[in-house]
């Protein structure tokens, strides 16, 4: 099992700049989560999809950050323009559970994202 | 809301050592319990759960116990190893979100 998938690694852009993370999950899961990890702000829900549909969205900062999953392997998080304070760790996890309610989520590596 | 507060790390102990890491919880209802691991450059694990009151998680020489009249689910290990140096975090589940805690840096020194 290749684990969840996070592309690229690492991230550095300009501000102004569009920025698209990648995910791909693990084969059969149904649930996937967007976090983002900050010193300040620790880890934070950005949005989950159950089968391929945003749940909960309550977590996207604002409308600069956008997130799709167009089929059951592949997701997008996606931040246009991005500015200096978008600068985190982004995780992808994904759930064979619906939700969190099985609470065993498989994250990725994450996404350092630098915004200069 | 529901909320997760942990005690403050950073948390530097010696080879052998005792570990506890404190935990406490704000739920409405009855939440399941988790306690992840973050390893440096890597993604969060999870190390153990509880989904009832009074239950004990343990995994890899780790445990942690629901306790329900404290609202606390303290981690502890007897005797951490230098392998040990990770961050932790505290999480519980209530309907669709995993809600996390700050995090616990531990270094453990050989």
């Known amino acids: 099992d290749a684990g969840v998938i996070q592309s690229p690694r690492h991230e550095v852009t300009e501000m102004g700049q569009e920025v698209t993370l990648r995910c791909k999950p693990i084969?059969?899961?149904?649930?996937l989560f967007w976090y983002r990890q900050t010193m300040m702000r620790g880890l934070e829900l950005l949005i989950y999809?159950?089968?391929?549909?945003?749940?909960?969205d309550s977590g996207m900062p604002e409308d600069r950050f956008s997130a799709k999953m167009p089929n059951a392997s592949f997701s997008t998080l996606k931040i246009q323009p991005s500015e200096p304070r978008d600068s985190a760790v982004y995780f992808c996890?994904?759930?064979?559970?619906?939700?969190?309610?099985?609470?065993?989520?498989?994250f990725g590596p994450g996404t350092r994202l630098t915004v200069t | 809301g529901d909320s997760v507060t942990q005690m403050e790390g950073p948390v530097t102990l010696s080879e052998e050592a005792f570990l506890t890491i404190n935990c406490t919880y704000t739920a409405t209802g009855y939440p399941s319990l988790f306690w992840y691991v973050q390893y440096p450059g890597e993604g969060l694990q999870l190390l153990l759960k509880?989904?009832?009151?009074?239950d004990k998680g343990s995994n890899k020489g780790f445990e942690a116990t629901y306790r329900k009249e404290t609202t606390s689910f303290h981690l502890e290990k007897g005797s951490v190893q230098v392998s040990d140096s990770a961050v932790y975090f505290c999480a519980l589940t209530s309907g669709s979100r995993l809600t996390f805690g700050e995090g616990t840096q531990l270094t453990v020194n050989p």
């Open positions: 509880a989904t009832k009151a009074d």
């Open positions: 084969s059969g899961h149904n649930s």
């Open positions: 999809f159950n089968n391929n549909v945003p749940i909960d």
């Open positions: 996890a994904s759930s064979p559970g619906q939700g969190a309610s099985s609470g065993k989520q498989y």
